[in-house]
């Protein structure tokens, strides 16, 4: 399907626009992102009892107090635990959809050899289908954006590039071979491999851009950047210019 919005025209604060003392994917940094005019990236997992919880690793152990796999804890005990020792906690992505308002959200499906891919995939869609403003899936599992093909047709969904295939030619190959094969709306390359992307056909959503260089190499390219840490203003003037 086409994109269902302009993928390029807008920046997207990755993990929200989180800083020293407000932390990633918290739904205060993704209230912030939308206030500022800005999309937002998040990441996604679903709990023990079938939530999708926006939270970046697999582990709760960098983030929070606890140990242990995100996806043994109930959404209830997940919402419970506080974020890089503050007063935040880990949202739900009904949350955050809401938190969002009319502003695009990018949201990466997160997978390991344990994930429920099919239940992941329906129950992210199913939240997805509430959102106010547009959204995009994406992953680096094209067999979960299989899945989402599958299910519907009406969301947009990325396939993202992991760089150490794309940093040889013969991993390039694979990767645009499994590209033709799935058919995604969009990619998702690492900013410091985009010219590999030069020629491709598809809209690009570039990560982590963290210096005006970067964001200046999306901009040449018509690359929606994925940034963190970037003063707003900065952002904000390259989308003017």
Same mark, same amino acid.
């Given at each position: 399907m086409p994109l269902t919005f302009d993928l390029p025209a807008f920046a997207y604060a990755h993990r929200g626009l989180w800083s020293a003392d407000l932390p990633e994917n918290s739904l205060e940094a993704f209230k912030r992102a939308s206030e500022h005019g800005f999309g937002a990236e998040c990441d996604v997992h679903l709990s023990a009892d079938g939530v999708p919880m926006v939270f970046h690793d697999f582990t709760l152990e960098r983030m929070t107090d606890t140990q242990g796999a995100i996806t043994d804890a109930s959404a209830d005990?997940?919402?419970?635990l506080h974020l890089a020792g503050t007063g935040h906690t880990i949202p739900t992505l009904s949350d955050v959809l809401s938190a969002m308002g009319d502003q695009p959200l990018l949201v990466e499906l997160k997978a390991d050899e344990t994930t429920d891919l099919p239940g992941l995939a329906a129950a992210t869609l199913m939240s997805v289908a509430e959102a106010q403003g547009p959204v995009a899936i994406m992953s680096f599992s094209?067999? =979960?954006?299989?899945?989402?093909?599958?299910?519907?047709?009406?969301?947009? =969904?990325? =396939? =993202?590039?992991?760089p150490r295939r794309i940093e040889t030619p013969e991993g390039r190959v694979g990767f645009f071979g499994i590209v033709k094969d799935i058919q995604p709306d969009y990619l998702g390359p690492n900013v410091s491999q985009l010219t590999h992307f030069r020629d491709s056909n598809l809209p690009l959503a570039s990560w982590t851009v963290r210096d005006e260089t970067s964001l200046e190499g999306c901009r040449s390219l018509n690359a929606a950047p994925i940034f963190e840490n970037l003063p707003t203003d900065l952002v904000r003037a390259h989308f003017a210019s």
């Open positions: 005990e997940l919402h419970a094209p067999s =979960l954006i299989r899945i989402c093909k599958q299910i519907t047709s009406h969301i947009t =969904l990325g =396939l =993202l590039a992991d």
